[in-house]
């Protein structure tokens, strides 16, 4: 039987990429893990070439383990079925993770028998060029105005402007988020992350077209065969004044991104507008 591939899938934090693991997890065919490698586990002298290496490493122990029933590492011990990692609990104005890294154990399943699709964001864009030469790869995005308002409200590095593993591993991303104000760092960091798919020629899918498409736009990019899911409806949130005011602070310079044809300024100020900014 033919071996079927391994397949990353990376994306900007908050844009759905938990998501895409889950509606993947609800196929036999594949195994999805939500973000398996803690890049604080690397040595501190790990360089790309070594990053990439220990990443192949961990990708190899997840299938073995996979096939073999034997507990391994996941980005939230609660298992495959996880959609966000962000809760509804509020501590200190913003949503805190729910997600606990730990070890989880699946039956095993048969070789060649399913596809395994490992997601990381940062970890994985930062070492885009190296891992794509070894992986197929999906880059998952989403409108920018929707990205940020989740990035002002949720208790993650990106609240406070900063990108741990992306700036581990791209000294130029590391440099630009000496910037000290904070706005103007997630600014940064949103256009690090569309920069670096836009460049890479990788298969690029909006978070917005997976809804719509009940996921098959997710599977169509993985080159899976389309699965039939139930009816998938985009989540509105309501956002406390504070963030509505620093969203509307960022407005015009939201409209000067770079994005490509995935958003254009029309779809990013028609946006806001439907936030009422």
């Known amino acids: 039987m033919h071996v079927k591939p391994t397949r990353l899938i990376t994306?900007?934090?908050?844009?759905?990429?938990?998501?895409?693991?889950?509606?993947?997890?609800?196929?036999?065919?594949?195994?999805?893990?939500?973000?398996p490698i803690n890049p604080s586990d690397m040595p501190e002298g790990f360089g790309r070439s070594e990053a990439v290496h220990s990443i192949v490493e961990q990708i190899t122990h997840f299938d073995r383990a996979i096939e073999k029933g034997l507990p391994f590492t996941h980005g939230d011990k609660g298992g495959l079925a996880i959609d966000n990692p962000v809760g509804q609990s509020f501590k200190d104005g913003v949503r805190q993770v729910v997600a606990k890294r730990g070890q989880i154990q699946l039956p095993p399943r048969e070789k060649n028998r399913y596809s395994l699709v490992v997601k990381q964001?940062?970890?994985?864009?930062?070492?885009?060029?190296?891992?794509?030469?070894?992986?197929?790869?999906?880059?998952?995005?989403?409108?920018?105005?929707?990205?940020?308002?989740s990035w002002f409200s949720v208790d993650l590095p990106v609240n406070r402007g900063h990108i741990p593993a992306g700036e581990r591993f791209d000294a130029k991303l590391k440099a630009a988020l000496s910037e000290n104000d904070c706005l103007t760092r997630q600014l940064i960091i949103y256009q690090w992350f569309m920069q670096s798919f836009l460049?890479?020629?990788?298969?690029?899918?909006?978070?917005?077209?997976?809804?719509?498409?009940?996921?098959?736009?997710?599977?169509?990019?993985?080159?899976?065969?389309?699965?039939e899911r139930e009816v998938l409806s985009l989540q509105e949130r309501d956002f406390d004044t504070n963030v509505l005011q620093t969203m509307a602070s960022a407005a015009a310079s939201l409209t000067k991104l770079d994005c490509g044809k995935l958003y254009s300024q029309v779809d990013i100020k028609q946006s806001l507008k439907n936030k009422g900014l």
Do not use: W
Not at 26 to 35: G, I, K, N, P, T
Not at 122 to 149: G, H, K, Q, W
Not at 200 to 207: A, D, E, F, N, T
């Open 199 to 227: 460049k890479s020629g990788l298969p690029k899918v909006r978070y917005e077209d997976v809804i719509a498409s009940n996921g098959v736009a997710l599977d169509n990019a993985l080159g899976i065969q389309p699965f």
């Open 121 to 149: 964001n940062a970890l994985f864009t930062a070492l885009m060029s190296e891992l794509a030469l070894r992986y197929p790869m999906v880059c998952i995005v989403r409108n920018p105005v929707d990205v940020l308002l």
């Open 11 to 35: 994306g900007i934090p908050r844009s759905g990429t938990t998501l895409c693991c889950k509606l993947l997890n609800q196929r036999a065919d594949v195994v999805a893990l939500h973000e």
